[in-house]
T-cell receptor
Framework: AQSVTQLGSHVSVSEGALVLLRCNYS??????LFWYVQYPNQGLQLLLK??????LVKGINGFEAEFKKSETSFHLTKPSAHMSDAAEYFC????????????FGAGTILRVKS | NAGVTQTPKFQVLKTGQSMTLQCAQD?????MSWYRQDPGMGLRLIHY???????DQGEVPNGYNVSRSTTEDFPLRLLSAAPSQTSVYFC??????????????FGAGSRLTVL
């Protein structure tokens, strides 16, 4: 079955430190990949998406993600964490193998320590 | 521009009761969907619709019913609520066609507790 795996249900970083949230997917065809963010008691907002134009994708709020086909990964990074980055982050994938539906990973809660 | 509007934001039900979660969008999106969010499980697709009069099941459809009589509205009905349906429900919509090219817009969510 097709799947999206986010390694680490909780990640804690200090303010100013590198943020790295991991996402691996399964797909034998070129996928579309997304990162969404959910702030407390809110809906999901799109951070960035990969649609095969470039392997390094820049999103909002200083986040970026790199598509690595050989590793079937799409990890999310930010060079310097800010307190306002504390939220839950979801990786999502779709392709014809997923029936043209968006399938989400389990989510990673990011905590930023002062 | 309101985007995707969900009502109610909070609801408490007793086991066996029925209710409808409302979802409306004002973006003329063909595709609408319902997800449920549970801790550690991400978002799972319940039902979706590619246009008025067309609905289909997602990953976890049991215990839920939907209809799509207009482009704007996509209500989710719980026929006989069970504690396992305690969750946060999100409605999301996008333009039709390729799910990769067209981004989902989410509502703010409806938190349902079934006692």
């Amino acid at each position: 079955a097709q799947s999206v795996t986010q390694l680490g249900s909780h990640v804690s970083v200090s303010e100013g430190a590198l943020v790295l949230l991991r996402c691996n997917y399964s797909s034998s065809v070129p996928p579309y990949l997304f990162w969404y963010v959910q702030y407390p008691n809110q809906g999901l907002q799109l951070l960035l998406k990969y649609t095969s134009a470039a392997t390094l994708v820049k999103g909002i709020n200083g986040f970026e993600a790199e598509f690595k086909k050989s590793e079937t990964s799409f990890h999310l990074t930010k060079p310097s964490a800010h307190m306002s980055d504390a939220a839950e982050y979801f990786c999502a994938v779709t392709s014809w193998e997923y029936g043209n539906k968006l399938v989400f990973g389990a989510g990673t809660i990011l905590r930023v320590k002062s | 521009n309101a985007g995707v509007t969900q009502t109610p934001k909070f609801q408490v039900l007793k086991t066996g009761q029925s209710m409808t979660l409302q979802c409306a969008q004002d973006m003329n999106h063909e595709y609408m969907s319902w997800y449920r969010q549970d801790p550690g499980m991400g978002l799972r697709l319940i039902h979706y619709s590619v246009g008025a009069g067309i609905t289909d099941q997602g990953e976890v459809p049991n215990g839920y019913n939907v209809s799509r009589s207009t482009t704007e509205d996509f209500p989710l009905r719980l026929l006989s609520a069970a504690p396992s349906q305690t969750s946060v429900y999100f409605c999301a919509s996008r333009t039709g066609g390729n799910a990769g090219a067209n981004v989902l817009t989410f509502g703010a969510g409806s938190r349902l507790t079934v006692l």
